[in-house]
């Protein structure tokens, strides 16, 4: 029997190839529906055992059955039981009455099917409803039944390498009949004389089918399937073959993300894809990277991409979280990741939707690109137990280089000296012959001028703050899996716990995840299906990231403040919060000691997140199905802060403790109904049709109550204080929507994709509710036209281009309705209830929306060694929404308002390349991508706007550059004499001493002969030019090893701790870089760093917000390397399907410029306009890691 | 089959049945499509109107330096950096137009307007069920309105004169107005709250008078200014605190000499005043304008006291700092001290300027000389009517925002400032500049002051 024939068979032909038995009740585990289908209509197909055994998973599963002289319908009973299917037969047949023996050993069903029927005049057929049934061989030849066996063997080798490839599959087609190769590629096979084709498979090649053609012997080579593992999308609403994908889509496997030792696996995307853009941060356990996505689009809309995880858009919504209450906005701690509650473990596979045309489905959501997540399904047959686990060990990475003790009290008396003799040259003071340098004898009780007592009489105290501040972590990863499920129902659970420390001591996060996912097949039409996911994720936090004088004051950078003249203890072993920097005198900067922030001041966030879908399926038609799904996401939040009682605020002498408790609620559904229809006219035209609407609707509630007033520590919570103030904020949205896409193939060359949705949302003004966001996209698989077919090196070669439309919803809830809020005023002595308008009404208000234009080209050559992507694209985003300046006699002075526009260009490759292939394989992913960021537009004047981050107004977004640019002025160089001073354009921002030798030259940029605040102008920017991500993989034999290295180039980082550690006011600790500061025209340091001057505002201004602290963020970061064994088989003695020990470190080494921890740092990571701050943040760590993954 | 289509249905019933499934208003916020709907929404939302008086853009701080600073009572400083270097530009005739506070006065006028507006453009179409407290609300709106529109035209002159509630601020109309136009807006919406206001009251009907007076006055029109003046007089409602000192304080926010106040209290709820840290010695230091810095009190205006006028040891302290908003707040901005922004006694003075030189003008400034243990004056005086009334109203009505009207009105604001500060005449600008960002913001719309 040839391929060809393997069809169902249709009614008819079974008509005509053996009369069907009567069916009656009998059968042993089949449900009664079944049976009753069955006997009452005929109209239904038969798969013969034979041509189906390896089709039909029932059909494999391994029995052993031993039985003298049974009857052969006991017998298919009990293999029908057996394999999980029913049966079904007319009880009056002979042949089920005859007595047989059956010696069937650790064989197949389907082997063991065909081995008792030998010879009966009957062949085994599985009915659709799985169910076993007997056809009688009316027309085959008696004679024929009996079959010769003949031997069959060969050699199984690489088609490029020649290497012999074991455990290769070797089935005759059509039979259970097989075995594999063992470790030298060879096979031996007895088989009937009759087999014609002999079928050889193996993951990660392509299937081959040799003909016999009565040879013993049959050697064959196989060739590298590369692109097998991801032949199927995932899109919105359905998947996709590869080949036909026509937009920028991109995927990343599972396995690529699995054991990386991170919080989320938004984490682990970092690199692995072009065009996706993934910025830690901060290192805080459990808190959010940022990704965007072919650039930022928005200015105050948010650049997040959406998230839509089996199927329902899943909202980060980090609004349920309160900002602490004695913290300013700025410095608000970076928000604890909503998405650390997905166990990667449980992700399948991610596929980001980059342009228009994959993401127009999504429409107002699509503007930021789509995360499409599919989380692990149960397959039909076998078990599968799987269990992993690692443990590691987390340490400071980076460390920027502090100036030690000594350096920095001659730092320090350098800067006051320098502030001194300048006061004194310019007249402010008389001249003192008393004078000493290192002593405070002679000089007036000035705090400037006067050096610190522990600094003239040191006492040997050489503190490293960071030292203290920062400590290996561990931590440890645990999940067990469970999947299976036959024919009508899977199954998959896991569950996974996460425990990792954070490096600054008591910060740490927890997860706790469950999961379930069931489908199941009520019958031939109809099925349903569910997933549930449920987790808890545990943040204790620690203030890391806020300034030294933020409220609480930030760890790191209170560390890196602190001078490492103070001691951290106080004799008596307590933290010194009375006798460090804040009280050198001198007037040092104060601050608080780190080592009191981290015992005294925590909070606590406990995120739990349930959600998931049910869904059920419905078969109309052959060709046409429809599918309803029901989604839910309900997240909570509890969060707790506390200030202790002995915390002391920088110099302050007594405490402030405070406490805070903050709760949020989400609860948001969708509905959404789609019809799918398939159908193939001719053999050229095939078309994917889908259509739907969908329904979704959100709800949260966020509350916050403050106290203070405590006495003690015993309660931390708010009823140990005196509660004095609370809010509570409830809000919902709603969307509504109609979704259509066609998919187009003509003779497999010619592809169309077109969609369209149309979007009414409740955040929307009443004039413009709805939108419609078409696209369209062509694909021409050149490959495949007749002048290609004869280019063997080419297999994949096609040409796409898309255009399409799509929205960022994401603006605030009532954002188009004027709200009112709280202005109370008074009367006689008591407070009077008022409110008055607050927002203005925007009728008109709506979603941003986005113009994409994509061309890309998907390759593949050389025998698919080499394959990948290249993509181009604009993006022009309009209706920019913007607080614009509207005239303040309306009432209001700012207004929100769709004005501006901006625009992404970029391009992005992609490839991947076996480089070796055999007993050593080698393989590299490269991926390279390129975004230019421009506003075009923006407000009805086009005027800049001027923002201002955590230090005043250091950013700008104006026409012709980037989102929040930095701005400042431009630093030339050092003056080195009086001579270039006296040349220069004069400064009419400098102080009455005017600039000195060690000074900085500012840029005269406008060139009018004078320095004036007309001579700021653009002076870098956070987002990067390129990045970058290589992944080199190499297996022999047993051992894997992979190293992944990533960068980030053209990107530059608004150092703010250079106010201080980099200044030459020397009032705190410093960066050692200053060591090679300008000293005197005969000792000018490096050129790079000015003079020490204690009072540097009133003289050069060296700390004018200038391009000295701007520094290039630029990196190249060795981002992962691990080392892996696989257990060969004979050490796991069977009890393992497969087992893998590994060995990993993460965060191996970074190559920057940067002077401070991490150049991805960004102090306001949600905020489009002031990007790139760093003001002390959490350091990213090292982790090395052993761990093993267990498959049973 | 049957079936399936049916479950096809379901969501296409659902979707047409739920037009409103996407209308969805604010659950935990006030907001303008819900709200103004009752009697008690009105009560509630004319006190949001009224707290517009209190804030740091109108008589919180900034009305203090256009009104009062600006004149020769006080000076700023000096040699101050920062924030208070640009108060000093102020001081000194020589602001700029890109100056923050007067944008910020700018807005914070127009915010309280606004919400007068709001409420004056809805109130009529709602059912009270009390009609004494509809038009209570509805002449306190037009109050609020008229005092805030008095401030904006002597300090900017030709301003938007907006009178309606504002939905569409991109696209709104300006209506850029000489002050004499919004002087008359002012005396139509004065006269018309007056009838509306009761006796008695935090706005009573008198003080609507005392005010349509003041504006009239200030509009260069004494005859029309007569009649609402002497109705406050008439009334007897009124009379003059026995002892001036007794006036102002926390402890005498009842007096009767009091017409309107802009009412605070302290505690630290957000409803403190900045008048005890910006005028006198007492004032918590630590934040800008704190102390007596800002204000420190001329020696000219020290001078000016005749021997023996009780007012001056209740004005000034023994080291000439200002003692009328003495307080003993325990933080920043939040003394407890109301702003007097219409007494009895200017009430008196104005109506001695409105009827002119004569007996009855005579009359009533001795009235409030006689208080402060001065003798009567008369024709026979030294000096013009002029002069001796501006002396009085100089040393009566001193730090209360009643000086740089005063120079205006008599038109001597640019010789007192020259010979005070020692500049030219052509440097003292009589209105100060519409604020750039004003200006920028609808071009088209919008011209700034001949001088600026």
Same mark, same amino acid.
């Given at each position: 029997m040839n391929k060809q024939n393997a069809r169902p068979w249709s009614l008819a032909g079974v008509l005509a190839l053996a009369f069907v038995l009567a069916i009656q009740t009998g059968s042993t585990r089949a449900n009664a529906q079944m049976i009753t289908s069955a006997t009452s209509n005929l109209n239904y197909q038969y798969y013969s055992v034979q041509d189906y055994s390896d089709a039909i998973p029932e059909l494999q599963t391994i029995i052993t059955l031993q039985r003298q002289q049974v009857r052969m319908g006991d017998v298919l009973k009990e293999i029908a039981d057996k394999s999980n299917l029913g049966i079904a037969y007319n009880a009056d047949l002979a042949i089920l009455n005859k007595r047989i023996n059956v010696n069937v050993k650790k064989a197949t069903t389907s082997y063991a099917l065909q081995t008792i029927l030998l010879g009966s005049g009957y062949e085994a057929a599985i009915s659709r409803n799985r169910e076993i049934i007997l056809i009688a061989q009316a027309e085959l030849d008696q004679a024929d039944q009996e079959p010769e066996i003949a031997e069959v063997s060969g050699r199984v080798t690489d088609a490029e390498t020649g290497e012999p490839i074991p455990a290769v599959n070797v089935v005759v087609l059509g039979t259970m009949i097989g075995t594999s190769t063992d470790a030298n590629g060879e096979y031996s096979l007895n088989v009937p004389d009759d087999a014609e084709v002999l079928r050889f498979s193996f993951l990660g090649y392509k299937t081959l089918e040799v003909a016999v053609d009565g040879r013993s012997e049959v050697n064959v080579s196989l060739e590298a399937d590369l692109l097998a593992l991801d032949d199927i999308v995932v899109v919105g609403y359905g998947t996709q073959q590869r080949q036909e994908v026509t937009g920028a889509i991109t995927s990343v496997r599972s396995e690529e993300i699995q054991n990386i030792p991170v919080s989320s696996f938004e984490n682990a995307l970092q690199g692995r894809m072009a065009g996706v853009n993934v910025a830690e941060s901060t290192g805080e356990p459990g808190a959010s990277p940022q990704i965007t996505i072919r650039g930022t689009g928005s200015i105050s809309a948010g650049n997040s991409p959406l998230y839509v995880i089996d199927g329902v858009p899943i909202t980060t919504n980090r609004n349920l979280q309160s900002d602490i209450g004695s913290q300013r906005g700025s410095f608000q701690p970076p928000s604890a990741n909503p998405l650390a509650t997905i166990n990667p473990k449980d992700i399948e596979s991610i596929e980001v939707l980059k342009d228009a045309s994959a993401a127009a489905i999504y429409g107002s959501r699509g503007s930021n690109g789509v995360i499409l997540i599919t989380t692990k399904q149960g397959t039909a047959g076998r078990t599968s137990v799987n269990f992993s686990s690692y443990v590691g060990v987390s340490s400071a990475f980076n460390t920027p280089e502090m100036m030690n003790a000594a350096d920095l009290i001659a730092y320090t008396k350098d800067a006051r000296n320098n502030n001194y003799l300048q006061e004194i040259e310019v007249g402010n003071r008389p001249a003192n012959p008393d004078y000493n340098p290192d002593t405070n004898a002679g000089r007036p009780n000035v705090a400037n001028f006067l050096i610190p007592e522990q600094y003239v009489n040191w006492d040997g105290t050489d503190t490293d703050w960071l030292d203290l501040v920062l400590s290996p972590a561990a931590m440890q990863n645990y999940d067990l899996s469970i999947s299976g499920g036959n024919q009508t129902s899977t199954y998959s659970f896991s569950t996974g716990y996460l425990d990792q420390e954070g490096i600054i001591e008591g910060s740490a996060f927890q997860r706790y995840t469950l999961r379930l996912g069931l489908t199941h097949k009520l019958n031939d039409a109809l099925r349903i299906g569910a997933n549930m996911n449920s987790a808890l994720a545990q943040h204790d936090r620690l203030p890391a990231n806020a300034p030294y004088f933020g409220q609480p004051p930030g760890i790191i950078y209170s560390a890196l403040v602190e001078s490492s003249v103070v001691k951290p203890y106080n004799e008596d072993g307590t933290i010194n919060q009375r006798n460090n920097t804040s009280f050198l005198g001198g007037g040092m900067t104060t601050t608080s000691n780190p080592l009191a922030i981290m015992k005294y001041i925590s909070e606590d966030i406990q995120n739990t997140r349930i959600f998931g879908n049910l869904y059920t399926e419905y078969d109309i038609m052959d060709n046409l199905s429809f599918k309803s799904l029901l989604g839910y996401n309900l997240e909570s939040i509890q969060q707790s802060f506390y200030r202790g009682t002995e915390f002391l605020y920088r110099n302050q002498s007594s405490p402030q403790p405070f406490a805070q408790t903050g709760a949020g609620n989400l609860f948001n559904w969708i509905w959404e109904n789609t019809v799918n229809y398939n159908t193939t006219i001719g053999t050229d035209h095939k078309v994917n049709l889908v259509a739907g609407y969908t329904a979704q609707k959100e709800r949260i509630e966020r509350s916050k109550i403050e106290a203070n007033g405590f006495t003690d520590d015993q309660i931390t919570t708010i009823n140990g204080g005196i509660v004095n103030s609370g809010e509570e904020v409830i809000e919902e949205w709603s969307l509504v929507s109609a979704l259509a896409r066609l998919n187009y193939v003509f003779q497999d060359k010619y592809l169309l994709t077109a969609t369209v949705r149309s979007d009414r949302s409740s955040r929307f003004g009443a004039n413009n509710q709805t939108g419609v966001f078409p696209s369209v996209s062509l694909g021409w698989r050149a490959n495949e036209e007749s002048f290609l077919s004869g280019v063997d090196e080419i297999n994949e070669l096609k040409f796409r281009a898309s255009y399409g439309v799509t929205g960022n919803f994401e603006i605030p809830n009532y954002g188009a309705i004027g709200l009112l809020s709280g202005a109370n005023y008074v009367s006689g002595g008591s407070q009077l209830n008022g409110v008055a308008p607050s927002t203005s009404s925007n009728a008109d208000l709506t979603w941003e929306t986005s113009y994409q234009t994509n061309f890309g080209v998907d390759y593949a050559l050389l025998n698919d060694r080499v394959y990948g992507s290249i993509d181009y694209y604009t993006t022009t985003t309009q209706d920019l929404l913007l607080f614009v300046t509207v005239p303040a006699a309306s009432g209001f002075d700012v207004a929100l308002t769709n004005i501006g526009e901006v625009e992404n260009s970029g391009f992005e490759f992609s490839v991947t390349s076996r480089n070796m292939v055999g007993a050593f394989n080698w393989a590299t992913d490269f991926n390279f991508a390129t975004n230019e960021n421009t506003v075009t537009k923006l407000g009805p004047e086009g005027d800049p706007i001027l923002s201002s981050g955590a230090a005043g107004t250091r950013h700008i977004t104006r026409i012709g550059d980037a989102i929040g640019s930095y701005y400042g002025y431009v630093v030339e160089g050092i003056y080195q004499s009086q001579a270039e001073i006296d040349a220069a354009p004069v400064d009419k921002l400098v102080g009455p001493g005017g600039a000195r030798p060690g000074d900085f030259r500012f840029k005269d940029v406008d060139g009018d002969g004078e320095i004036t605040s007309a001579d700021r102008t653009v002076i870098g920017s956070y987002h990067p030019d390129y990045t970058f991500g290589l992944t080199n993989r190499f297996e022999y034999k047993n051992f894997d090893f992979n190293i992944f290295i990533q960068g980030v180039m053209g990107r530059e980082v608004l150092n703010l701790t250079a106010r201080h550690l980099k200044n030459g006011e020397a009032n705190f600790g410093s960066y050692a870089v200053l060591n090679d500061r300008w000293i005197s025209e005969s000792n000018p340091g490096n050129g790079e760093h000015p003079r020490a001057d204690r009072s540097s505002a009133s003289h050069g201004?060296?700390? /004018? =917000?200038s391009s000295y602290q701007v520094e290039d963020g630029s990196y190249v970061k060795i981002k992962n390397l691990s080392f892996g064994y696989t257990l060969p088989d004979t050490f796991l003695n069977g009890a393992f399907s497969r087992a893998r020990i590994y060995t990993a470190m993460t965060n191996v080494a970074i190559f920057t410029d940067y002077i401070g921890f991490n150049p991805e740092v960004n102090l306001q990571a949600n905020s489009s306009l002031t990007p790139g701050e760093d003001y002390g943040a959490y350091p990213l760590s090292r982790t090395i890691q052993v761990g093993i993954d267990l498959a049973f | 089959m049957k079936k399936s289509l049916l479950i096809l249905l379901l969501p296409l019933l659902f979707i047409s049945c739920s037009e409103d499934f996407t209308v969805l208003g604010p659950i935990s916020e006030r907001n303008v499509v819900n709200y103004y709907k009752t009697q008690s929404d009105f009560e509630v939302a004319i006190n949001g109107a009224f707290d517009a008086l209190q804030s740091s853009g109108t008589f919180g701080v900034n009305y203090v330096l256009f009104? =009062?600073? /600006?004149?020769?009572?006080t000076a700023n400083g000096g040699g101050a950096t920062g924030l208070a270097a640009t108060l000093e530009q102020l001081d000194k005739f =020589? =602001?700029?137009?890109?100056?923050s506070e007067l944008n910020r006065t700018w807005i914070a006028s127009y915010d309280g307007i606004a919400r007068a507006n709001t409420i004056i453009s809805r109130i009529d179409g709602i059912d009270f069920t009390s009609d004494d407290v509809k038009n209570r609300v509805k002449g306190e709106a037009l109050f609020i309105r008229s005092l805030l529109y008095y401030h904006l035209a002597v300090i900017f002159g030709n301003v938007p004169l907006i009178t309606e509630e504002v939905t569409a601020p991109q696209n709104m109309n300006l209506n850029q107005s000489a002050a004499s136009a919004v002087y008359a807006q002012i005396a139509t919406d004065l006269a018309a709250a007056e009838g509306l206001l009761p006796s008695t009251g935090r706005v009573s009907s008198g003080a609507a008078a005392a005010l349509l007076g003041r504006v009239h006055l200030q509009a260069g029109d004494k005859a029309s200014a007569v009649a609402p003046l002497k109705r406050v007089v008439n009334s007897n409602t009124y009379a003059l605190e026995a002892n001036y000192s007794d006036i102002w304080g926390p402890s005498n926010e009842g007096s009767s000499e009091i017409l309107f106040q802009v009412e605070y209290m302290s505690g630290n709820v957000g409803e403190g005043s900045s008048y005890t840290d910006m005028f006198t010695a007492s004032g918590v230091a630590g934040g800008v304008g704190g102390g007596s810095a800002p204000q420190s009190v001329t020696d000219d205006f020290i001078a000016s006291y005749e021997v023996g006028d009780l007012r001056q040891a209740a004005t000034l302290s023994d080291s000439a700092t200002v003692e009328k908003y003495e307080d003993s707040p325990s933080s920043p901005f939040d003394s407890d001290v109301n702003w007097v922004e219409i007494r009895y006694a200017e009430v008196l003075l104005n109506l001695a300027e409105a009827v002119g030189e004569g007996a009855e003008g005579y009359g009533y400034i001795n009235q409030v000389r006689a208080r402060a243990g001065l003798a009567a004056i008369d &024709?026979?005086?030294? &000096?013009t009517y002029d002069e001796k009334l501006l002396q009085e109203r100089r040393v009566e009505l001193a730090f209360e925002n009643k000086r740089w009207p005063d120079l205006l009105r008599f038109g001597i604001a640019k010789s007192v400032m020259a010979s005070h500060l020692g500049i030219g005449e052509g440097a003292v600008n009589l209105l100060f500049p519409i604020p750039q960002s004003q200006i920028d913001v609808a071009p088209d719309q919008m011209t700034q002051n001949s001088e600026h």
């Open positions: 201004n060296n700390n /004018r =917000e | 009104m =009062e600073m /600006r004149a020769d009572n =020589e =602001e700029i137009a890109t100056a &024709g026979t005086t030294p &000096g």
